[in-house]
């Protein structure tokens, strides 16, 4: 079975500084997507990222893009321009490529907070 | 436009008592998920439908149950079995990897439920 770990229960990062949260995961498999998703306090779940395993290039939405080391069965999210709008819950998740048993495995989240 | 519905937004539930949680979406997915949140657990699986008629156990099943009567709805029922059900309970839709480009998850918006 697939797990998706996040270490840090915690970060905080300045406003307008650059912030990278963390996601270790570990799978037999070597096509799958991964995502992450974010919790603001509304508690509404926006996908904020994903990458696909099989492109090399790592996947960028604006202020926010990734590193993805396959190999290293790595996936951090780097928040740059970090605005107060980002203080949330991130989760990194895992979703296998074939679809009769694919569902997201969830990390147990990582609480940012953005000091003005 | 499109979308996932829970319903209702707050549900309390006496000692004892079946409640059941709603979930609609109108996005023609296949697959539709329940999913528990507890602070510093992350998001945990519940059950899963994938057609309609069938569904699975997730990783938490026990003392909940669940219906796949049409496309659009799957409710989950929590019943008097589940020990500790005071939880934050979240409903996602998605269609299968490779279906198409979007195959995150669509979720809804949440149903906080307190056992009094």
């Known amino acids: 079975a697939q797990t998706v770990t996040q270490s840090q229960p915690e970060m905080s990062v300045q406003e307008a500084e650059t912030v990278t949260l963390s996601c270790t995961y570990d799978?037999?498999?070597?096509?799958?997507?991964l995502f992450w998703y974010k919790q603001p306090p509304s508690r509404q779940m926006i996908l904020v990222i994903r990458?696909?395993?099989?492109?090399?290039q790592n996947a960028t939405e604006n202020r926010f893009s990734v590193n993805f080391q396959k190999a290293a069965k790595s996936f951090s999210l780097k928040i740059s321009d970090s605005q107060l709008g980002d203080a949330a819950m991130y989760f990194c998740a895992y979703r296998s490529f074939t679809g009769a048993n694919s569902k997201l495995t969830f990390g147990k989240g990582i609480t940012l907070s953005v000091r003005p | 436009d499109g979308g996932i519905t829970q319903s209702p937004k707050y549900l309390f539930r006496k000692e004892g008592q079946n409640v059941t949680l709603s979930c609609e979406q109108n996005l023609n997915h296949d697959a539709m998920y329940w999913y528990r949140q507890d602070p510093g657990q992350g998001l945990r699986l519940i059950y899963y439908?994938?057609?309609?008629?069938?569904?699975q156990k997730g990783d938490i099943a026990e003392g909940y149950s669940v219906s796949r009567e049409k496309k659009e709805s799957f409710p989950l029922t929590v019943t008097s079995a589940q020990k500790n059900p005071t939880a934050f309970y979240l409903c996602?839709?998605?269609?299968?990897?490779?279906?198409?480009?979007?195959?995150?998850?669509?979720f809804g918006s949440g149903t906080r439920l307190t056992v009094v």
């Open positions: 439908s994938q057609i309609v008629n069938d569904f």
């Open positions: 799978t037999s498999e070597s096509d799958y997507y």
């Open positions: 996602a839709s998605s269609i299968f990897p490779g279906q198409g480009a979007n195959y995150g998850y669509t």
């Open positions: 990458q696909e395993a099989y492109k090399q």
